[in-house]
Nanobody
Framework: QVQLVESGGGLVQAGGSLRLSCSAS????????VGWFRQAPGKEREFVGA????????YYADSVKGRFTISRDNAKNTAALQMNSLKPEDTAVYYC????????????????????WGQGTQVTVSS
């Protein structure tokens, strides 16, 4: 069964850090670009960042650039989202997603391009 499972969410004070993990199973993880998205209550899902199949290329939304870092370990079928200097406006359910792309250095920003989604993990940042 193909699936992505996020973990690592929780409650943190503003200025703190969290590390989210995305564990993949049932797929050849190295063949997929990975993206992170988030959805706050009453808002649309928004792009947070993405990483290419190779892990060499990353891309971030302006709102998180310089604070969040995406990485991946294809040997372990995992990706991670390191979140530092968290702000209350980062509060949301965070999702990882995977897109089978032929390019090793392609990052995918559009949610519609992603084939596989995790169930999400809640991140709450208190002020």
């Amino acid at each position: 069964q193909v699936q992505l499972v996020e973990s690592g969410g929780g409650l943190v004070q503003a200025g703190g850090s969290l590390r989210l993990s995305c564990s993949a199973s049932g797929l050849t993880f190295g063949m997929y670009a990975v993206g992170w998205f988030r959805q706050a209550p009453g808002k649309e899902r928004e792009f947070v960042g993405a990483i290419s199949r190779s892990g060499v290329i990353t891309y971030y939304a302006d709102s998180v650039k310089g604070r969040f870092t995406i990485s991946r370990d294809n040997a372990k079928n995992t990706a991670a989202l390191q979140m530092n200097s968290l702000k209350p406006e980062d509060t949301a359910v965070y999702y990882c997603a995977a897109d089978r792309t032929p390019g090793s250095y392609t990052v995918v920003r559009a949610s519609a391009e992603y084939d596989i989604w995790g169930q999400g993990t809640q991140v709450t940042v208190s002020s």
